[in-house]
T-cell receptor, first 111, second 115 residues
Framework: KQEVTQIPAALSVPEGENLVLNCSFTDSAIYNLQWFRQDPGKGLTSLLL?????REQTSGRLNASLDKSSGRSTLYIAASQPGDSATYLCAVPSGNTPLVFGKGTRLSVIA | GAVVSQHPSWVICKSGTSVKIECRSL??????MFWYRQFPKQSLMLMATSNEGSKATYEQGVEKDKFLINHASLTLSTLTVTSAHPEDSSFYIC???????????FGDGTRLSIL
């Protein structure tokens, strides 16, 4: 059964810092890996989708990498801003199963 | 991009009421739809998976008689919380996928509060 772990659980940084969020998964037979953002009381916003054949994806200040063989992904956020404050969720499907989510990293960027 | 519409976004009702939540895929045909539940400060937990025209598959611990799921068309799935009680208060999020190796697209969620 797929298990997804995210480290750290919470992170507080001053504005402008670069930061890395970590995600690990136990079953490497995945089609893709997705990173989402969730603001308090809101739904999910898809940030990046990495196909299993890819090693990284970039969108603006966000860069996600995938090492499928070791079961790891990282989300790099450059020059963090207070508006980046949210919970970041990593999720993977495996086989026929739907997305399995990690517990998320709660990010606070302090002005 | 693909859009999933979920309605209503907020529901407040009395204990014992049944509540229906709709999930629609607006610009693609959703072969499979998923229902997740999220308690405060927790991650999303899968409740059930439904394929169009088939009975839903429920995760362990989810009562199928309490959470009725219908996926009668390729663009609509409904979740009905029957005889809701305060412990059913949660954030319910639907998701839809066109085919197996395509990403899941998510609705904006429904916040259900049972008084």
């Amino acid at each position: 059964k797929q298990e997804v772990t995210q480290i750290p659980a919470a992170l507080s940084v001053p504005e402008g810092e670069n930061l890395v969020l970590n995600c690990s998964f136990t079953d490497s037979a995945i089609y893709n890996l997705q990173w989402f953002r969730q603001d308090p009381g809101k739904g999910l916003t898809s940030l990046l989708l990495i196909q299993s054949s890819q090693r990284e994806q970039t969108s603006g200040r966000l860069n996600a990498s995938l090492d499928k063989s070791s079961g790891r992904s990282t989300l790099y956020i450059a020059a963090s801003q207070p508006g980046d404050s949210a919970t970041y969720l990593c999720a993977v499907p495996s086989g026929n199963t739907p997305l399995v989510f990690g517990k998320g990293t709660r990010l606070s960027v302090i002005a | 991009g693909a859009v999933v519409s979920q309605h209503p976004s907020w529901v407040i009702c009395k204990s014992g009421t049944s509540v229906k939540i709709e999930c629609r895929s607006l610009d693609f045909q959703a072969t499979t739809m998923f229902w997740y539940r999220q308690f405060p400060k927790q991650s999303l937990m899968l409740m059930a998976t439904s394929n169009e025209g088939s009975k839903a598959t429920y995760e362990q611990g989810v009562e199928k008689d309490k959470f009725l799921i219908n996926h009668a068309s390729l663009t609509l799935s409904t979740l009905t919380v029957t005889s809701a009680h305060p412990e059913d208060s949660s954030f319910y999020i639907c998701s839809a996928r066109e085919v197996l190796d395509q990403p899941q697209h998510f609705g904006d969620g429904t916040r259900l509060s049972i008084l």
